[in-house]
């Protein structure tokens, strides 16, 4: 059984136990999380495809933690003008374990 679930503007296929990193959610390290815009849900029952999302379907997880991907740099300059800047960026993430898949009651 699998789904996709949208979260932060970007899909994710899930299954049972998978762990996942996504844009960073609220709450603290062991708490709960629903993902409730599942866009399809998949199993051995048949294939739901939602039109945009499955009503009534839900992906639940816990939150395993938090943290920072790698640093990236942003460097412009303008060639013959003596302008240089350096920025750089850490983007923050949550990462989940999937503990369950909810099939909507039909």
């Not at 789904?3 to 049972?16: D, L, P």
């Not at 136990?17 to 998949?42: H, M, N, Q, R, Y």
């Not at 839900?58 to 920025?87: C, L, M, Q, S, W």
Request: aromatic share 6%.
């Amino acid at each position: 059984m699998y789904a996709i679930v949208c979260t932060g503007g970007k899909q994710y296929r899930v299954r049972e136990g998978d762990t996942i990193t996504v844009e960073k959610l609220e709450g603290e390290a062991g708490a709960p999380v629903c993902f409730d815009e599942v866009l399809l849900l998949s199993d051995a029952q048949g294939t739901l495809v939602g039109a945009p999302r499955v009503v009534g379907a839900a992906v639940h997880g816990v939150v395993e933690g938090h943290g920072k991907a790698k640093k990236i740099i942003v460097f412009t300059y303008k060639p013959k003008k003596n302008v240089r800047k350096k920025k750089g960026h850490r983007q923050p993430f949550t990462r989940v374990t999937i503990e369950r898949i909810a099939r909507p009651s039909v």
